[in-house]
């Protein structure tokens, strides 16, 4: 049986979706014969453009922050590997944000909260999504006096 080789495998992940680097390392490690064999391959990948942590970033904000916040979206990057500098290159602005958690919240309550033990239901709904508490409070607040005077 031939196995592929360590080039071989990484270009099969990167074929089927941009991967960060420590993502990458941490799938192709099993595979290799020691750790610098890996980073020269790594640092190769890199160089001809065919692994970047900056297009990993992008694709990775792009598909999560219309339902997260950019607190989640900075830790699930962090996890992936992903310097904080270059994340936060692709976060949401303020105004984005508090778009996308407006959107959140009218998807999930249809009403505005009758009480406070639903306000704070709603409002742990969207920390919990990764916004921030100042954005959480904006949002409730915007929210539901937009619907009310439709």
């Known amino acids: 049986m ?8 990484a270009l099969a992940i990167l074929a089927r979706r941009e991967a960060g680097r420590e993502e990458l390392r941490r799938k192709l490690a099993p595979h290799a014969a020691d750790a610098a064999e890996l980073d020269t391959l790594l640092d190769e990948l890199a160089a001809q453009g065919w692994q ?30 992903v310097a904080r500098e270059t994340a936060a290159a692709f976060l949401p ?13 009218r998807k999930k309550f249809k009403t505005a909260p009758a009480d406070a033990a639903e306000r704070a239901k709603q409002m742990r709904f969207l920390a919990y999504r990764g916004f921030a508490a100042d954005t959480v409070q904006r949002a409730l607040r915007q ?8």
Do not use: Y
């Open 2 to 9: 031939n196995t592929p080789s360590l080039k071989a495998r």
């Open 52 to 81: 970047s942590d900056r297009r990993f970033a992008e694709m990775w904000v792009n598909g999560k922050s219309r339902k997260h916040g950019r607190l989640r979206l900075q830790q699930d990057l962090a996890a992936r590997g």
């Open 93 to 105: 602005d303020a105004e984005a944000e508090l778009a996308n958690a407006v959107a959140v919240l």
């Open 143 to 150: 929210a539901w006096t937009d619907t009310e005077s439709d």
